[in-house]
């Protein structure tokens, strides 16, 4: 960097005090307080909040670290720039990569290999003090971003998964925006590479104020992202030993059952409109293991959340009808909270998949739509 002081190069260290302010205090936050400050009629996960914490904290040691080097050495060849950039590959990226991965809370993932394929940058940084004469600056370079890309292809696979799991066990979920753990991932990227690759205040000021409003995102997925698989959340991390899969089952006659079993204990009671149901407790409701039940959708070219969404948006054109013949008013807001919704949004596209039209356009209509799509046939 350069060593005259510039207007650039006082707003560059205002911006790096400011950040490692930002992080001192979300770390702080996170760490202990109780209160959600975004979403409080939200449970957050436990384990997310704490890995966050983490991130922030680190991210604070980081910059601290690297302002002090910068003040009282500046030496790139140095012994201690080597163990610094070493020390960089061995916490940030496992911490960084492990706060991601907790955003997809039904995948419990191994954090050994970061640490493995984070070890050859951390022994060329060494070895690049050790050996001046040798160039490993690029070699390391051009590894990280090769890391950076398979991770990142990585997370595009992984949330895709998480997006149909979602679907698969919740019928009515709020905040389903999987792919903005994909868009945090690609900012912190390329906010980490700004700082890793260039040796400048122009592109440095520019990555710190990148960092504020990725901070501020990072923190509001954590505390709007609900809680979704409490016995895998619990705090103390510990699965209960009642949840285990079983092994694969052919065809059995048990299946044939689950149909009565559902009808009786979830269409009749109308279970289907508590807004929170899953298929865990549905599965408990009608006295039948998950996994079976998860076989007989799936035997029935169907899925929980398409099972579910069928039932409600019946509930809705039932509840329509008998509203209009009462010439009552109507409003779809009310009807859908009746009908087991807490978004409207979420209804109005389950709607749309079903109806094949919007809910105003149905409504305007003012009765079923004739032959294809009648409310029967929802």
């Known amino acids: 960097m350069p ?28 760490l202990l307080c109780r209160g959600k400050a975004i979403a409080p009629d939200i449970t957050p ?17 980081v910059h601290i670290w690297w302002i002090l080097f910068y003040t009282y050495s500046d030496d790139s060849r140095s012994v201690i720039y080597g163990l610094l ?3 960089d590959c061995m916490v940030l990226p496992p911490v960084f990569i492990g706060t991601l991965l907790n955003m997809l809370q039904d995948r419990r993932r ?10 050859p940058c951390a022994v060329l940084a060494v070895l690049q003090t050790a050996l001046p ?32 799991w979602l679907r698969d066990n919740y019928a009515d979920l709020e905040h389903k925006e999987v792919w903005v753990s994909l868009a945090l991932l690609i900012g912190l990227m390329v906010l980490l590479m700004s700082f890793e690759y260039t040796d400048n205040y122009v592109m440095s000021t520019i990555a710190h104020l990148t960092g ?12 709007t992202l609900p809680q979704l698989d409490e016995a895998a959340e619990r705090e103390d991390d510990i699965l209960p030993e009642a949840e285990t899969i079983p092994d694969p089952l052919p065809v059995s006659d048990a299946l044939s059952h689950i149909g009565q079993l559902l009808t009786k204990h979830c269409e009749d009671t109308q279970l289907y409109l508590q807004p929170d149901l899953t298929l865990t407790q549905l599965s408990v409701a009608i006295g039948v293991n998950h996994y079976y039940l998860s076989q007989y959708f799936a035997s029935q070219d169907t899925s929980y959340y398409a099972y579910i969404h069928d039932l ?18 109507i409003v779809a807001q009310q009807l859908a909270q009746e009908s087991g919704y807490h978004s409207y949004s979420t209804f109005s596209t389950a709607f749309k998949q079903r109806m094949h039209k919007s809910v105003a356009a149905w409504m305007r209509e003012g009765q079923c739509p004739q032959p294809r799509n009648r409310c029967s046939d929802v």
């Open 3 to 30: 060593e005259q002081i510039t207007p650039l190069s006082i707003l560059y260290l205002l911006l790096h005090g400011a950040g490692t302010a930002v992080c001192v205090v979300l770390f702080l936050y996170l």
């Open 45 to 61: 996960p436990a384990r997310l909040r704490r890995w966050a914490a983490a991130l922030f904290g680190i991210m604070a040691l």
């Open 85 to 87: 950039v070493a020390l």
């Open 110 to 119: 191994p954090l050994w290999p970061i640490v493995v394929v984070m070890t």
């Open 133 to 164: 004469s040798i160039d490993l600056t690029t070699p390391n370079e051009v590894y990280g971003l090769v890391l950076a890309v398979a991770f990142i292809i990585y997370m595009v696979v992984a949330v895709r998964q998480y997006g149909r």
């Open 212 to 223: 504020f409003p990725l901070a501020g995102l990072l923190l509001w997925r954590v505390e």
């Open 312 to 329: 409600r948006i019946r509930h809705f054109i039932a509840r329509y009808r008998e509203l209009a013949a009462a010439h009552e008013p």
